[in-house]
């Protein structure tokens, strides 16, 4: 009778694929590019004080300088995705940065505010070219597995730690000139277009043939329409407290927005191949992800704009030392990043932005009790670490169950439309806070506890946008349950 007894077999270990120089040094490449543009969002927050002294500018002028990002990036990033479909990822990329490098050094020289506006706007659009594209190389050069799941969680990382680096440069760096904070990208996105000319892969596989590609078409009607709406909207809002409803600067300029939105909806839908799939909106879930990402995104620019104009304004502050003030907000998102994935997996993604939307609110609403003279340990504290823990919950939630109930050929696009909402929310929430706190300044010759509680009205606002962003939040929740 045969035993069944075997002896133990020894497995052999699996081998562990290193990457190449050429990996690294593209990795290096995409990852760096990604920490740029997530830099740029926050980099002019610290600076807005000292640009508006300098050029002379009023808040309902200066806020362009976030705005025109935000626009540029959200305003067009679809066209931007169609772009790179006819052109090809690497002409496409390399292009963006040496724009993105020549637009922060025009931007950085620049002594029209229109021209510096204007190169915030330009780099936005950079951004709407690279962000997404360098994902797109990450997925199709690195190996499928461990070694595209290691990259991606590098590329990840870069981009949660931009806006807290954006705010420690900035805030270091305006206190020489603000000009340094606009020109110091322009030298290391050179050092990256260097490296990229050697790096970023040629075409890709599946890159439509130049035969093909005539077949699709740009729809730059789309194109300007959207982003002419937008600009129209943006600068219709902030010019009510400076010329009143009734004159045609701003009133005239809303109905231009509402007339340029409308007839971008009907473009889209008539043109052979749109921008912009309306078939998503179908999705319940992409829709509440995009709007409680916009709420999200845009109630914490909105808070940091007021509070940048308090600390520095009002109570005197260093631009760094409201830099290191704002990073309690910030850091959370950055240290947790590699691990939102699991916490989704184990909670669920509606159960998370539910509870990712009460922490900010409860933080606005905190902030609203403020009083002079302007409070740090005992106010501002606690708000930003409200809302740091908000972003902790719900900024992956919300991007995964973006497309989730999407199939998969519908996904790209979708990411697309989501990304726009959230540059979008930036946008507007932006403009609104501007224009409240240019209608509600208090008069000249008035005291410090005067000017601060004429930011109320302001906060009132993006409270509201945090509460918006919770009752859209709490809609999923049954939605998960049946």
């Given amino acids: 009778m045969k035993s069944s007894f075997r002896p133990p077999q020894t497995v052999a270990p699996v081998p562990v694929e290193r990457w190449s120089l050429r990996l690294w040094g593209l990795l290096f490449v ?3 590019n990604m ?6 969002v926050s980099v002019a927050v610290v600076a807005l004080p000292s640009i508006a002294t300098d050029l002379s500018l009023p808040l309902v002028t200066v806020q362009w300088t976030m705005t025109g990002f935000a626009v540029g990036f959200g305003g067009l990033m679809l066209f931007g995705a169609r772009i790179v479909a ?5 002409r496409v990329y390399l292009a963006a940065l040496l724009g993105f490098a020549a637009a922060s050094l025009t931007g950085a020289l620049a002594e029209d505010p229109g021209l510096l506006l204007g190169t915030r706007l330009v780099k936005g659009f950079c951004a709407a070219l690279t962000a997404p594209t360098g994902l797109a190389i990450i997925s199709t050069t ?4 461990p070694p595209r799941d290691r990259a991606l969680s590098v590329y990840t990382l870069f981009g949660a730690s931009g806006f807290t ?10 206190g020489f000139s603000w000009r340094l904070t606009f020109a110091f990208p322009a030298p290391v996105v050179l050092v990256l277009f260097l490296l990229g000319l050697r790096l970023i892969p040629g075409p890709e596989p599946d890159a439509p043939l130049p035969g093909r590609a005539a077949h699709r078409r740009y729809d730059l009607a789309g194109a300007a329409t959207f982003l002419g709406g937008l600009l129209a909207l943006v600068q219709g809002i902030v010019s009510v407290p400076v010329h009143g409803w009734a004159d045609p600067r701003s009133s005239g300029l809303l109905c231009v927005a509402a007339a340029l939105l409308a007839l971008f909806v009907v473009v889209e ?28 995104n845009g109630s914490y620019l909105g808070l940091l704009f007021v509070a940048t104009y308090q600390l520095q304004t009002l109570a005197g502050w260093s631009p760094l030392r409201a830099a290191l003030a704002f990073v309690p907000a910030a850091a959370p998102l950055m240290v947790t990043a590699l691990l939102s994935g699991r916490i989704v997996a184990r909670y669920g993604a509606p159960r998370l932005i539910a509870a990712g939307a009460v922490l900010p609110l409860a933080g606005y609403l905190l902030q609203l009790r403020q009083t002079w003279p302007v409070g740090y340990a005992e106010s501002l504290l606690p708000t930003l670490l409200l809302v740091g823990a908000g972003f902790v919950l719900s900024f992956a939630a919300l991007n995964m169950q973006a497309t989730s109930q999407l199939p998969p050929a519908e996904r790209g696009a979708a990411t697309g439309l989501y990304q726009t909402a959230v540059q979008m929310g930036a946008a507007l929430v932006l403009s609104l806070v501007a224009a409240l706190l240019a209608g509600c300044e208090a008069a000249p010759g008035a005291s410090a506890a005067e000017s601060l509680a004429a930011c109320r009205p302001a ?6 946008i945090g509460a918006l962003g919770l009752l859209v939040g709490l809609t999923g929740v049954p939605a998960r349950r049946r």
């Avoid at 006819?86 to 690497?90: F, S, T």
């Fill in 269 to 296: 839908r008539r043109t052979a191949d749109p921008l912009v799939r309306f078939e998503a909106f179908r999705s319940a879930a992409m829709v509440r992800s995009a709007l409680g990402a916009a709420a999200l």
């Fill in 165 to 174: 680096a954006g705010l420690l440069l900035s805030g270091w760096l305006t």
């Fill in 30 to 32: 995409l990852a760096g």
């Fill in 142 to 145: 690195f190996p499928e597995g």
């Fill in 35 to 40: 920490l740029i543009d997530a830099l740029e």
């Fill in 459 to 464: 906060l009132v606002l993006v409270a509201g």
């Fill in 86 to 90: 006819l052109l090809g990822r690497r």
